[in-house]
């Protein structure tokens, strides 16, 4: 997992066999040790020359820019264009295919992580570029960071490695690339099957995703839990029914389980659980609104230590806006691409509409 705040390795080991790096125009000290070829790269390389497009490397600075003249990337990235809003772009490639450039992309990743970089066996991955295209010029891009996944994973992870590359940390990209990767898990898995990044994470890792899930969750609170004052949060107590009385008058909470949450946002329960914890807004419910669950459902939730709590909307509220969190996600369904387009609804009624007319 990146780290997220270049400024925690303000003082990298020792022990690194490349000390700098340059990529494109950029130069800026490496974080940990990648396991070049040392009959490429010496044990002691104080600078090393990485292509900004493909991510192939020297230590010699003609043959880099001999290379930079003539690479067949320049123009544009390899594999597929699957997302593109606001001058980003995500674009995904499959490690069998393009298995040089993930070797490289690889080698140059593990520059900055401490844990989880794959160097050579990366035909079981598909790799995820996140890419800025100059507005002034279409064929200027640059390739800020990145994320891989397995193509087959048995505990149902949507994000194997990820990586903003230190010039372009503290901009916000890491959550984009985090939200792809769970809109994309979402559309092309079952319902039923909530995933999240590999584990174990590193502890920077850690604070980047709880974030992550913190604003994740106050999004769903905020905007898709009713217009209530209030959401009551069971252990594991089934959503209550009303009846027809009842939802004639304006209730004054709604009642979800953890459960529900993790299906709506695509979370897995210790995650949600996670994200409510580290937002603050949960408090103990009344005894009242507890005997009312208990009533209703037949069952008090995970016991004692997990009984029904209250989130106040209010208290999110002043969380988000603390936090400077912005109300709309910032990964767009609109800006999706080819499998992953959105569905225009519309356009099937229009279609189905003229079936049904023959």
């Known amino acids: 997992m990146a780290p997220s705040d270049p400024a925690l390795c303000a003082e990298p080991p020792t022990d690194r066999n490349v000390k700098h790096v340059v990529l494109g125009d950029l130069l800026f000290p490496t974080w940990f040790q990648s396991i070049y070829p040392e009959d490429l790269v010496s044990k002691d390389t104080d600078r090393l020359y990485v292509c900004r497009w493909c991510f192939c ?3 010699d600075s003609l043959a880099y820019a001999q290379h930079a003249r003539r690479c067949h990337h320049r123009t544009t990235p390899p594999g597929t264009k699957v997302y593109d809003h606001g ?5 995904e490639l499959d490690g069998e295919c393009h298995k040089l450039y993930a070797q490289n992309l690889s080698l140059f990743a593990k520059l900055f992580l401490d844990h989880k970089s794959v160097f050579f066996d990366v035909a079981s991955f598909l790799y995820y570029l996140l890419v800025f295209t100059d507005p002034k010029d279409s064929d200027n891009y640059y390739v800020l960071g990145f994320f891989s996944k397995e193509k ?26 985090m ?33 992550f899930w913190e604003e994740r969750i106050a999004r769903y609170l905020l905007l898709r839990v009713g217009k209530t004052g209030e959401a009551e949060v069971p252990g594991s107590v089934p959503l209550r029914q009303k009846s027809p009385k009842q939802s004639k008058r304006k209730p004054s909470h709604e009642l979800v389980t953890v459960q529900d949450i993790g ?6 329960t210790e995650d949600v659980i996670t994200a409510l914890k580290g937002l603050g807004v949960v408090e103990p419910a009344t005894p009242a609104k507890r005997r009312k669950t208990r009533d ?5 939730g995970l016991g004692e230590d997990a009984a029904t709590v209250l989130i106040r909307k209010s208290k999110v509220l002043e969380w988000a806006r603390s936090h400077h969190m912005a109300l709309r996600d ?16 519309a356009e099937e009624s229009s279609v189905d509409g003229g079936e049904s007319d023959r």
């Open 152 to 177: 087959l994973s048995w505990d149902a992870n949507n994000l194997a490695c990820i990586l903003v590359f230190p010039p372009y940390q503290r901009k916000q990209l890491g959550k984009l690339l």
């Open 263 to 268: 299906l709506a946002t695509g979370m897995l």
């Open 179 to 211: 939200g792809v990767s769970y809109k994309i898990s979402s559309w092309e898995r079952d319902s039923g099957l909530i995933g999240g990044p590999e584990r174990p994470l590193s502890e920077l890792g850690r604070r980047s995703y709880t974030r």
């Open 296 to 300: 209703a459902s037949g069952e008090a």
């Open 330 to 345: 910032p990964v767009r369904d609109e800006g999706f691409l080819g499998k992953w387009a959105p569905h225009d609804a």
């Open 57 to 59: 490397y020297s230590c």
């Open 87 to 91: 001058g980003y772009s995500v674009w």
